[in-house]
């Protein structure tokens, strides 16, 4: 049983271990998430979402290191409240998860959507707002710049490289809608991969540290027992 209970204890420590390089990892990407906003006109709610990560990083890390410290000591009411811990953890990941997956496949943001409607719009002229997407995404339009042609609209010049539209080689030819959403995608992709390893193994690390608790009270009992 006491061979048990510290194999037990091994796999909990290996776990926490993988907790805690994973809870590094979504540091780094929130400071990288950080780093990458400005690069971007307007905010889309990354700049709350890199802290998020960088606050969820810190606290898996530091429940990585109680729950060493919980094997260690072997004590029951550590491990319990560590699982609890892992299990409440998990939830908000889920919830983190899902917010991450529905803005990746639905959400435009607000100020893009306006842009649009200017844009088919034919009594408004000039879009700046639309026009801030297309030099930071590099393209032009909802779809493409066809829509300046089929709108009998004056093709912006952040539709062409370095704003030099007498050549059409220089046009993009992607469509702001579907370049945004990629850009979404690929920042959100990330986040979703990591979330997931990490929602399994802690997942792994709640389960393993009930059976632990177990192992540990039944051991007490037969030493007790045979004293």
């Avoid at 909990?12 to 990458?36: H, K, R, T």
């Avoid at 093709?155 to 062409?160: A, D, E, K």
């Avoid at 399994?200 to 192992?215: Q, R």
Wanted: glycine residues 6%; proline residues 2%; aromatic residues 10%.
């Amino acid at each position: 049983m006491h061979c048990s209970t510290r194999m037990l204890g091994h796999f909990l420590c290996l776990i926490n271990l993988i907790c805690a390089l994973i809870g590094v990892l979504l540091i780094w990407y929130g400071a990288w998430l950080l780093g990458s906003i400005a690069e971007q006109p307007l905010d889309h709610g990354e700049n709350l979402a890199a802290v998020l990560c960088i606050l969820l990083g810190i606290v898996v890390v530091l429940a990585s290191i109680y729950g060493t410290v919980s094997v260690g000591m072997e004590s029951k009411t550590m491990l319990i409240s560590y699982a609890v811990l892992l299990v409440l953890l998990l939830i908000i990941q889920l919830i983190m998860f899902s917010i991450s997956y529905a803005a990746s496949r639905d959400a435009l943001p607000d100020a893009l959507k306006e842009g649009f409607e200017d844009l088919w719009n034919p009594q408004h002229t000039g879009n700046s707002t639309l026009n801030a997407y297309e030099e930071w995404l590099h393209c032009c339009g909802r779809n493409s710049a066809e829509d300046y042609f089929l709108l009998d609209k004056e093709l912006p010049q952040n539709c062409c490289v370095e704003h030099d539209c007498t050549r059409v080689m220089n046009l993009y030819l992607e469509g702001c809608e579907l370049k945004f959403k990629e850009y979404i995608s690929k920042k959100t992709s990330n986040f979703n991969s990591i979330s997931w390893i990490l929602i399994i193994t802690e997942f792994v690390g709640s389960v393993l540290a009930c059976y632990l608790v177990d192992s540990i009270r039944n051991h007490r009992d037969r030493v007790r027992f045979y004293s």
